[in-house]
């Protein structure tokens, strides 16, 4: 299993942005695609963002299509999820997630993180 690390989350004003990363460690990680997820108090794990191994390929839910962005970085072992003009709807707790070969829009990922906090004030 590859370890992955979220850094990234905090408090913002609605409008705001951030910008959450994810350093992957012990496996190749130009082999794995990486997913972003998010999961608020009393609602499932949602699927945010995923990008394929090489950053040729990323799909996004819909409610944050237009407003974030993913991409990595491979020789940093980094994913990333840049978020603009966030909602109060987007308060969560998000995680990243490293699935091997073929990215999914599904939770079907090996490897998780610990997950950080965003909060999104209105």
């Known amino acids: 299993q590859v370890r992955l690390v979220e850094s990234g989350g905090g408090l913002v004003q609605a409008g705001g942005s951030l910008r959450l990363s994810c350093a992957a460690s012990?496996?190749?990680?130009?082999?794995?695609?990486m997913g972003w997820f998010r999961q608020a108090p009393g609602k499932e794990r949602e699927f945010v963002a995923a990008?394929?191994?090489?950053?040729?390929?990323?799909y996004y839910a819909d409610s944050v299509k237009g407003r974030f962005t993913i991409s990595r970085d491979n020789a940093k072992n980094t994913v990333y999820l840049q978020m603009n003009s966030l909602k109060p709807e987007d308060t969560a707790v998000y995680y990243c997630?490293?699935?091997?070969?073929?990215?999914?829009?599904?939770?079907?990922?090996?490897?998780w993180g610990q997950g950080t906090q965003v909060t999104v004030s209105s």
């Open positions: 990008i394929s191994w090489n950053g040729g390929s990323t």
């Open positions: 012990g496996r190749t990680f130009s082999n794995y695609a």
């Open positions: 997630a490293a699935r091997a070969f073929v990215v999914v829009v599904t939770t079907d990922y090996d490897s």
